[in-house]
């Protein structure tokens, strides 16, 4: 965000390729850096999730980060990459208006999106979780305490059930059913019994 709006003030304030563009210099939007600030951010996030939930599924199955990193990042590129290019492109096509503002707006957005999916999201972001390895997915007590790990790929359900620490529900339910069923059957054997004593009549 902070290199589009350098870009943005280069080109719209400072007059860079005024020619190439078609622009008059003047001074920067007040409200693009918020308008930036929340729309940006959400694509990001989005390309973030993305990535990353796919890096972390592959490194529960396997357990190598660098593993994990090539073939999560070789696995959802091309969604990220695809999703990038139609919000560029899309921006870009905000500059063919003879509207300076929605020009400056196109051109920010633009060069935010460009950088955050190819140079942040795609190089910078799988190269520090490369480097840092196993310790970036570290989940420790304390934190587990206030934030758990949900296991959203089940991978630590399906260990316990394999390694017959965790019994299933579907298997323990036939075995509770006969209990059961003798439970409620001395049950109505004893209402009915106290039924018949309740109507008895003493005979003289």
Do not use: C
Request: charged share 15%; glycine share 6%.
């Amino acid at each position: 965000m902070a290199a589009a709006l350098g870009a943005q003030v280069a080109i719209f304030q400072w007059g860079w390729g005024r020619h190439i563009l078609g622009i008059t210099p003047t001074e920067t939007i007040s409200f693009l850096p918020i308008i930036m600030l929340a729309i940006i951010f959400g694509l990001s996030s989005d390309y973030e999730v993305f990535v990353v939930s796919r890096i972390k599924e592959e490194y529960t199955k396997n357990g190598d980060a660098r593993r994990s990193v090539r073939r999560g990042t070789g696995l959802s590129a091309r969604v990220v990459t695809a999703a990038a290019l139609i919000m560029f492109f899309i921006f870009v096509a905000f500059m063919f208006t003879k509207d300076p503002t929605i020009k400056a707006i196109g051109f920010s957005f633009a060069v935010s999106v460009f950088l955050d999916a190819f140079v942040v999201r795609l190089t910078l972001v799988h190269a520090v979780m490369a480097i840092v390895g196993s310790r970036i997915w570290y989940h420790p007590r304390w934190f587990a305490r206030h934030v758990p790990d949900p296991d959203i790929e089940g991978q630590h359900l399906e260990s316990r059930l394999a390694d017959g620490s965790l019994t299933p529900a579907a298997a323990s339910a036939p075995a509770s059913a006969p209990a059961s069923a003798s439970a409620s059957a001395s049950a109505s054997a004893s209402a009915s019994a106290s039924a018949d004593e309740s109507v008895r009549v003493p005979v003289p």
